[in-house]
Each structure stands twice: as C-alpha cells, then as structure tokens.
C-alpha cells in the first residue's frame, strides 16, 4: 500500500501517520506545494493524505495550484481513494464535495475539547473516539457539512469537527497527526498565527498540554487500522 500526501508548509508533515505507515509497511511519498505543485497519477497511489497549511481554502489567487488540488481531490474521491483530510486538508475535501468554506466566528488555537455523537459512537471508524476529548487545532476556517457525509463530532464554536463521506473519505478540523515527537516544532511554527481570543491558547500554554498528543495518537492509530479494514 502507498500513501501520498499533500504538504503545504514545510513543517506540517505527515508526523504520527509516517511513523504508523512505516510500522505497517506502507510507503509514502508527498506533494510539497510550498515548493513543486505537481501531481502524481491517480494509479501511484492507494491512500492520499492531505495536511494542514497556513493558507486559508479561498486564497486561490495567492495559491493557483489550489484550485487544481481540489479538482484532484474530487477524482480521489471519486475513484474510490482512501482520502483523509486534517485541518486546511479538511477543508479542501469539503471543498470538493461541494461545502462551503467560511470565516468562523472565533479562531481556535490550543488543546480544546471537541465532541464526538452517538453516531461516530455506532461507526466502524470513528467508535474509537471517546465522548469528549483534548485536540490541537489551529484554524481560523470553518465549513458546511457536505451533502450526504455523516457529521461525527463538533466543538463550542466550530458545527463540524469531523465527517465521513461514504467508505473512502474521512475529514478531521484538528490535527492528530502531531506527535510528541514534532509538536515542539509545530507550535514554533504556528505561533506567529497565534492571536488573543476566548479559544486561543499561547505557545507555552499548548506545548504544557502537549502530553495530549501522546493519548491522541494511540487513539489515531485505531482509526487508521479501522479505515485499512474498510471495504471498498
């Protein structure tokens, strides 16, 4: 099996999800379009990942290959693709399933808990969530749930923390794939984002919450050995 990524910025990699591809055997390989926005053939790949960024999904005209990664998105899903989305990720899929993308009425930033529903609690994939948990996010966006995806969990502030759209495609607004081992790099990263606000955390607030990513990566390693098992 083989997982490509889509990377945005040069610090937001695959983290944990490369440590979990390399105990399983997967094989990886990534877009960087902070420096070269090609794409591979549709036929390379089994999984596609696509990672946070600073850029917000509107910013086409800055970002021009944006437009073309959410048309690429559509014919992963289409194709019947493994497709995760996380964070801005996120927001691209919902982009291509036709979502609308929009400013939401405060930014998270930090350890915020988000709350999964009685139905991520019945799904194959997303049972493993608790009722409640601590997640990193970093997002001033928000989106609509897309037509016919399954709403798994929401925050305070945010309706849709994470959705499924059919078998392949599996959307998260915070980021579980930040791990012990790279989180102190990510909050160095994102600080300059860091504003003062009901929901925003500083820098040295977040990484004395870090142990979070710890329990949160145990729990990502269920859903990512749950959506291997998925039958496409």
């Known amino acids: 099996m083989h997982i490509h990524c889509f990377q945005h910025d040069h610090f937001e990699d695959l983290g944990y999800i490369g440590e979990w591809a390399k105990d399983h055997n997967f094989t990886t390989s990534v877009t960087r379009f902070d420096l070269n926005p090609e794409f591979p053939a549709h036929h390379d790949y089994d999984w596609l990942v696509v990672l946070g960024g600073k850029m917000s999904v509107k910013d086409t005209d800055e970002f021009p290959w944006m437009l073309k990664e959410i048309d690429f998105i559509k014919e992963a899903i289409s194709l019947g693709k493994i497709v995760i989305g996380i964070c801005l990720g996120a927001q691209l899929v919902a982009s291509a399933l036709g979502a609308r993308v929009y400013r939401n009425t405060d930014p998270e930033m930090g350890f915020w808990p988000v709350t999964f529903s009685q139905k991520a609690a019945n799904d194959s994939v997303f049972r ?84 979070c990513c710890e329990r949160n990566n145990t729990i990502f390693e269920k859903i990512l050995n749950e959506i291997c098992s998925v039958k496409l």
């Not at 078998?167 to 915070?174: D, R």
Request: proline share 5%.
């Open 128 to 211: 493993h969530f608790p009722a409640k948990l601590d997640v990193l996010h970093v997002h001033f966006d928000t989106f609509t749930l897309p037509e016919n995806a399954v709403k798994m969990a929401d925050s305070e502030i945010t309706h849709c923390q994470a959705f499924r759209y059919g078998e392949n495609v599996f959307a998260f607004q915070f980021h579980f794939e930040v791990s012990p081992q790279n989180v102190t790099t990510f909050v160095h990263e994102v600080a300059p984002e860091l504003v003062k606000g009901k929901y925003c955390q500083t820098a040295s607030h977040i990484l004395s919450l870090s142990i």
